[in-house]
Protein backbone atom coordinates (compact mmCIF):
# COMPACT_ATOMS: atom_id res chain seq x y z
CA UNK A 1 0.00 0.00 0.00
CA UNK A 2 2.71 1.96 0.79
CA UNK A 3 5.10 1.84 -1.93
CA UNK A 4 1.59 2.10 -4.35
CA UNK A 5 1.23 6.02 -2.91
CA UNK A 6 5.16 6.39 -3.12
CA UNK A 7 4.53 5.12 -6.63
CA UNK A 8 1.65 7.21 -7.25
CA UNK A 9 3.68 10.57 -5.79
CA UNK A 10 6.81 10.00 -7.66
CA UNK A 11 4.87 9.66 -10.96
CA UNK A 12 2.92 12.86 -10.26
CA UNK A 13 6.15 14.44 -9.31
CA UNK A 14 7.94 13.29 -12.81
CA UNK A 15 5.20 14.48 -14.88
CA UNK A 16 5.33 17.81 -13.03
CA UNK A 17 7.39 19.24 -16.31
CA UNK A 18 4.46 18.21 -18.42
CA UNK A 19 2.03 20.35 -17.27
CA UNK A 20 3.91 23.07 -15.98
CA UNK A 21 2.86 25.74 -17.55
CA UNK A 22 3.28 29.61 -17.64
CA UNK A 23 0.03 30.95 -16.28
CA UNK A 24 -2.08 32.31 -19.22
CA UNK A 25 -0.03 29.62 -21.43
CA UNK A 26 -2.75 27.40 -23.08
CA UNK A 27 -2.29 24.19 -24.31
CA UNK A 28 -2.43 24.62 -28.37
CA UNK A 29 -2.03 21.06 -30.44
CA UNK A 30 0.15 20.61 -32.84
CA UNK A 31 -1.79 20.22 -35.78
CA UNK A 32 1.45 18.06 -37.78
CA UNK A 33 -1.48 16.50 -39.96
CA UNK A 34 -3.04 20.16 -41.23
CA UNK A 35 1.04 21.60 -42.34
CA UNK A 36 0.45 19.22 -45.09
CA UNK A 37 -3.29 20.11 -46.39
CA UNK A 38 -2.85 23.84 -45.36
CA UNK A 39 -1.45 26.37 -48.73
CA UNK A 40 0.26 28.58 -45.84
CA UNK A 41 0.96 27.65 -42.76
CA UNK A 42 2.73 30.36 -40.14
CA UNK A 43 3.83 28.33 -36.44
CA UNK A 44 5.54 30.63 -34.15
CA UNK A 45 6.68 28.88 -30.78
CA UNK A 46 8.70 31.11 -28.57
CA UNK A 47 9.22 31.21 -24.89
CA UNK A 48 11.10 33.15 -22.74
CA UNK A 49 14.24 31.90 -23.98
CA UNK A 50 13.38 32.61 -27.34
CA UNK A 51 11.64 35.64 -26.99
CA UNK A 52 14.79 37.14 -24.93
CA UNK A 53 17.17 35.70 -28.04
CA UNK A 54 15.01 37.29 -30.30
CA UNK A 55 14.78 40.88 -28.50
CA UNK A 56 18.29 40.76 -28.76
CA UNK A 57 18.27 40.91 -32.83
CA UNK A 58 15.64 43.75 -32.63
CA UNK A 59 17.11 47.07 -33.99
CA UNK A 60 16.72 50.00 -32.03
CA UNK A 61 16.69 52.43 -35.58
CA UNK A 62 13.72 50.39 -36.71
CA UNK A 63 10.48 52.47 -35.12
CA UNK A 64 8.85 49.17 -35.87
CA UNK A 65 10.81 46.93 -34.17
CA UNK A 66 12.16 49.10 -31.08
CA UNK A 67 7.97 49.22 -30.40
CA UNK A 68 8.12 45.32 -30.48
CA UNK A 69 11.12 44.88 -28.38
CA UNK A 70 9.55 47.19 -25.58
CA UNK A 71 6.75 45.48 -26.20
CA UNK A 72 8.04 41.75 -25.72
CA UNK A 73 10.29 42.31 -22.77
CA UNK A 74 7.67 41.78 -20.53
CA UNK A 75 6.39 38.94 -22.02
CA UNK A 76 7.40 35.03 -21.27
CA UNK A 77 5.90 33.47 -24.47
CA UNK A 78 4.05 34.08 -27.80
CA UNK A 79 2.63 30.72 -29.85
CA UNK A 80 0.81 31.51 -32.67
CA UNK A 81 -0.96 28.58 -34.98
CA UNK A 82 -1.92 30.11 -38.40
CA UNK A 83 -3.32 27.89 -41.40
CA UNK A 84 -4.71 29.07 -44.52
CA UNK A 85 -6.40 26.29 -46.83
CA UNK A 86 -7.92 25.97 -51.02
CA UNK A 87 -10.86 24.55 -49.26
CA UNK A 88 -13.60 25.68 -46.89
CA UNK A 89 -13.43 23.60 -43.54
CA UNK A 90 -10.53 21.83 -43.96
CA UNK A 91 -9.03 21.78 -40.21
CA UNK A 92 -10.93 20.00 -37.34
CA UNK A 93 -13.49 22.40 -35.18
CA UNK A 94 -12.83 20.30 -32.43
CA UNK A 95 -9.17 21.20 -31.69
CA UNK A 96 -10.29 24.39 -31.74
CA UNK A 97 -13.05 24.18 -29.63
CA UNK A 98 -11.35 22.30 -27.67
CA UNK A 99 -8.56 25.39 -26.86
CA UNK A 100 -11.82 27.39 -26.97
CA UNK A 101 -12.58 25.83 -23.60
CA UNK A 102 -9.72 26.10 -21.87
CA UNK A 103 -10.60 29.55 -21.94
CA UNK A 104 -13.42 29.21 -20.31
CA UNK A 105 -11.00 28.82 -16.87
CA UNK A 106 -11.67 31.47 -14.09
CA UNK A 107 -9.61 34.51 -14.82
CA UNK A 108 -10.09 34.20 -18.51
CA UNK A 109 -12.69 37.22 -19.90
CA UNK A 110 -13.67 37.18 -23.68
CA UNK A 111 -12.96 41.23 -24.16
CA UNK A 112 -14.63 41.06 -28.37
CA UNK A 113 -16.59 38.57 -29.55
CA UNK A 114 -17.87 38.76 -32.74
CA UNK A 115 -19.49 36.11 -35.36
CA UNK A 116 -20.62 37.05 -38.79
CA UNK A 117 -22.64 34.28 -40.07
CA UNK A 118 -22.76 35.99 -43.56
CA UNK A 119 -18.82 35.63 -43.88
CA UNK A 120 -18.51 32.52 -41.49
CA UNK A 121 -16.18 34.26 -39.60
CA UNK A 122 -15.70 34.41 -35.91
CA UNK A 123 -12.95 35.92 -34.21
CA UNK A 124 -12.73 36.23 -30.60
CA UNK A 125 -10.30 37.82 -28.12
CA UNK A 126 -9.90 36.82 -24.51
CA UNK A 127 -8.03 38.31 -21.98
CA UNK A 128 -6.88 36.61 -18.73
CA UNK A 129 -6.67 39.24 -16.06
CA UNK A 130 -4.55 38.44 -12.52
CA UNK A 131 -5.01 40.91 -10.00
CA UNK A 132 -5.31 44.54 -11.87
CA UNK A 133 -2.59 43.16 -14.89
CA UNK A 134 -3.16 40.91 -18.22
CA UNK A 135 -1.27 37.61 -18.01
CA UNK A 136 -2.66 36.20 -20.85
CA UNK A 137 -4.00 37.27 -24.61
CA UNK A 138 -5.37 34.69 -26.75
CA UNK A 139 -7.13 35.23 -29.90
CA UNK A 140 -8.98 32.46 -31.38
CA UNK A 141 -10.48 33.43 -35.41
CA UNK A 142 -12.13 31.03 -37.86
CA UNK A 143 -13.04 31.44 -41.14
CA UNK A 144 -13.90 28.69 -43.70
CA UNK A 145 -11.01 28.97 -45.21
CA UNK A 146 -8.72 29.86 -42.05
CA UNK A 147 -7.69 29.42 -38.96
CA UNK A 148 -5.69 31.03 -36.29
CA UNK A 149 -4.80 30.83 -32.34
CA UNK A 150 -2.97 33.40 -30.98
CA UNK A 151 -1.63 32.88 -26.94
CA UNK A 152 0.80 35.87 -25.80
CA UNK A 153 1.81 34.67 -22.54
CA UNK A 154 3.02 37.15 -19.79
CA UNK A 155 2.77 40.65 -18.46
CA UNK A 156 0.96 42.42 -21.11
CA UNK A 157 0.84 45.95 -21.14
CA UNK A 158 -1.89 47.09 -23.13
CA UNK A 159 -1.03 50.50 -23.71
CA UNK A 160 2.38 49.00 -25.26
CA UNK A 161 -0.11 47.04 -27.48
CA UNK A 162 -2.19 50.18 -28.06
CA UNK A 163 1.07 51.62 -29.26
CA UNK A 164 1.26 49.47 -32.21
CA UNK A 165 -1.25 50.52 -33.33
CA UNK A 166 -0.23 51.98 -37.16
CA UNK A 167 2.83 50.11 -36.82
CA UNK A 168 1.27 46.45 -37.11
CA UNK A 169 -2.11 47.78 -37.88
CA UNK A 170 -3.29 47.10 -34.05
CA UNK A 171 -6.63 49.13 -34.04
CA UNK A 172 -7.36 50.59 -31.16
CA UNK A 173 -10.01 48.09 -29.41
CA UNK A 174 -10.82 50.85 -26.98
CA UNK A 175 -9.35 48.24 -24.53
CA UNK A 176 -9.17 49.64 -20.75
CA UNK A 177 -6.02 49.45 -19.63
CA UNK A 178 -7.12 50.33 -15.90
CA UNK A 179 -5.66 53.91 -16.45
CA UNK A 180 -7.33 57.06 -16.08
CA UNK A 181 -6.53 58.87 -19.12
CA UNK A 182 -4.23 61.79 -19.50
CA UNK A 183 -6.33 64.99 -18.82
CA UNK A 184 -6.77 67.03 -22.33
CA UNK A 185 -4.47 69.80 -23.11
CA UNK A 186 -6.07 73.05 -23.20
CA UNK A 187 -6.31 75.27 -26.10
CA UNK A 188 -3.69 77.51 -27.24
CA UNK A 189 -4.94 81.05 -26.91
CA UNK A 190 -6.02 82.06 -30.30
CA UNK A 191 -4.04 85.48 -30.93
CA UNK A 192 -6.06 87.76 -32.43
CA UNK A 193 -5.01 88.63 -35.88
CA UNK A 194 -2.44 91.88 -36.49
CA UNK A 195 -3.71 95.19 -37.70
CA UNK A 196 -3.76 95.80 -40.92
CA UNK A 197 -1.08 98.13 -42.38
CA UNK A 198 -2.60 100.96 -44.05
CA UNK A 199 -1.15 101.33 -47.33
CA UNK B 1 83.88 -62.27 -19.09
CA UNK B 2 80.87 -60.60 -18.85
CA UNK B 3 81.11 -60.77 -14.86
CA UNK B 4 84.54 -59.69 -15.16
CA UNK B 5 83.75 -56.59 -17.14
CA UNK B 6 80.88 -55.97 -14.48
CA UNK B 7 83.22 -56.13 -11.71
CA UNK B 8 85.49 -53.95 -12.96
CA UNK B 9 82.53 -51.13 -13.87
CA UNK B 10 81.77 -51.14 -10.77
CA UNK B 11 85.07 -51.06 -9.32
CA UNK B 12 85.66 -47.97 -11.15
CA UNK B 13 82.67 -45.92 -10.37
CA UNK B 14 82.65 -46.56 -6.86
CA UNK B 15 82.57 -43.51 -4.78
CA UNK B 16 86.20 -42.28 -4.30
CA UNK B 17 86.87 -39.59 -1.77
CA UNK B 18 87.94 -36.03 -3.24
CA UNK B 19 91.80 -35.77 -2.89
CA UNK B 20 92.61 -33.32 -0.08
CA UNK B 21 92.60 -29.93 -0.76
CA UNK B 22 90.42 -30.19 -3.91
CA UNK B 23 87.54 -27.63 -3.00
CA UNK B 24 89.63 -25.16 -1.74
CA UNK B 25 91.54 -25.23 -5.30
CA UNK B 26 88.49 -25.32 -7.42
CA UNK B 27 87.47 -22.19 -5.20
CA UNK B 28 90.25 -20.64 -5.85
CA UNK B 29 90.32 -21.40 -9.49
CA UNK B 30 86.58 -19.18 -9.57
CA UNK B 31 86.95 -15.34 -10.60
CA UNK B 32 86.56 -13.08 -7.27
CA UNK B 33 83.26 -11.32 -8.38
CA UNK B 34 81.07 -11.61 -11.03
CA UNK B 35 80.13 -9.58 -13.89
CA UNK B 36 76.39 -8.40 -13.61
CA UNK B 37 74.65 -10.23 -16.86
CA UNK B 38 72.00 -7.42 -16.78
CA UNK B 39 71.67 -5.02 -19.19
CA UNK B 40 69.56 -1.60 -19.03
CA UNK B 41 67.45 -1.62 -22.51
CA UNK B 42 66.14 1.99 -23.02
CA UNK B 43 64.23 2.68 -26.34
CA UNK B 44 66.37 4.83 -28.95
CA UNK B 45 62.29 6.62 -29.74
CA UNK B 46 63.32 8.09 -25.84
CA UNK B 47 66.16 10.49 -26.83
CA UNK B 48 64.42 12.61 -29.61
CA UNK B 49 60.88 13.14 -27.52
CA UNK B 50 63.68 14.68 -25.08
CA UNK B 51 64.52 17.03 -27.84
CA UNK B 52 60.48 17.53 -29.67
CA UNK B 53 58.70 17.08 -26.21
CA UNK B 54 57.99 21.02 -25.72
CA UNK B 55 57.45 21.98 -29.44
CA UNK B 56 55.05 19.06 -29.88
CA UNK B 57 53.31 19.90 -26.74
CA UNK B 58 53.60 23.59 -27.19
CA UNK B 59 51.85 22.95 -31.01
CA UNK B 60 49.27 20.46 -29.35
CA UNK B 61 48.13 23.08 -26.87
CA UNK B 62 48.10 25.76 -30.12
CA UNK B 63 45.93 22.87 -31.58
CA UNK B 64 43.41 23.22 -29.00
CA UNK B 65 42.95 26.37 -28.67
CA UNK B 66 42.46 27.07 -32.84
CA UNK B 67 39.84 24.16 -32.08
CA UNK B 68 38.37 26.01 -29.39
CA UNK B 69 38.31 29.07 -31.11
CA UNK B 70 37.18 27.69 -34.43
CA UNK B 71 33.96 26.04 -31.96
CA UNK B 72 33.40 29.08 -30.57
CA UNK B 73 32.86 30.97 -33.06
CA UNK B 74 30.61 28.41 -34.81
CA UNK B 75 28.65 28.48 -31.62
CA UNK B 76 27.77 32.00 -31.79
CA UNK B 77 27.21 31.51 -35.58
CA UNK B 78 24.51 28.91 -34.90
CA UNK B 79 23.15 31.45 -32.25
CA UNK B 80 22.99 34.56 -34.16
CA UNK B 81 21.34 32.76 -36.65
CA UNK B 82 18.77 31.49 -33.97
CA UNK B 83 18.18 34.72 -32.54
CA UNK B 84 17.82 36.06 -35.92
CA UNK B 85 15.10 33.56 -36.95
CA UNK B 86 13.58 34.13 -33.26
CA UNK B 87 13.35 37.78 -34.16
CA UNK B 88 11.77 36.64 -37.76
CA UNK B 89 9.68 34.75 -36.01
CA UNK B 90 8.08 37.26 -33.53
CA UNK B 91 7.67 40.00 -36.32
CA UNK B 92 5.81 37.40 -37.72
CA UNK B 93 3.48 36.72 -34.83
CA UNK B 94 3.13 40.47 -34.22
CA UNK B 95 1.52 40.42 -37.67
CA UNK B 96 -0.32 37.79 -37.52
CA UNK B 97 -1.89 38.93 -34.42
CA UNK B 98 -2.91 42.73 -35.59
CA UNK B 99 -4.06 41.16 -38.64
CA UNK B 100 -6.58 38.99 -36.59
CA UNK B 101 -6.88 42.30 -33.96
CA UNK B 102 -7.69 44.24 -37.04
CA UNK B 103 -10.74 41.68 -38.13
CA UNK B 104 -12.11 42.03 -34.85
CA UNK B 105 -12.12 45.53 -35.28
CA UNK B 106 -13.62 45.46 -38.21
CA UNK B 107 -16.39 42.96 -36.90
CA UNK B 108 -16.92 44.83 -34.10
CA UNK B 109 -17.10 48.48 -35.76
CA UNK B 110 -19.09 47.16 -38.83
CA UNK B 111 -22.94 48.33 -38.77
CA UNK B 112 -24.74 44.83 -38.31
CA UNK B 113 -26.31 43.39 -40.81
CA UNK B 114 -28.82 40.54 -40.64
CA UNK B 115 -27.21 37.47 -39.73
CA UNK B 116 -24.48 38.66 -38.62
CA UNK B 117 -24.51 39.03 -33.80
CA UNK B 118 -21.61 40.89 -32.28
CA UNK B 119 -20.95 41.34 -29.01
CA UNK B 120 -18.63 43.28 -26.98
CA UNK B 121 -17.52 42.88 -23.51
Known sequence: MNARVVLTLVALLSAGPAWAQSKGQLRIPEFSALSEKASE?????????????????????????????????????????HYTFDTDYAYPKGDIDGVRRQLNAPGWSRIVGAVSKKENTTVDVFVLIDGEKAQGLAIIASEPREFTIVNIVGNIDLEQLHDLEGNFGVPDLEIDTGKKPAPAKPPAPVKPPAPAKPN | MNENFEDELRRRL???????????RLMAALPAERKSTVVAFVPKAAHPARHFGVPAALAASLLVAVFLGVRVANDREIEQQKGIAASQQLMQALRVTSQKLDLAYEAVNSPPTAGDEENRS
Open chain 1, 41 to 81: TVTVTLDANLLGMAARFLSNEDPEQAKAKKLVSSLTGIYVR
Open chain 2, 14 to 24: RAVDAPEGFAE
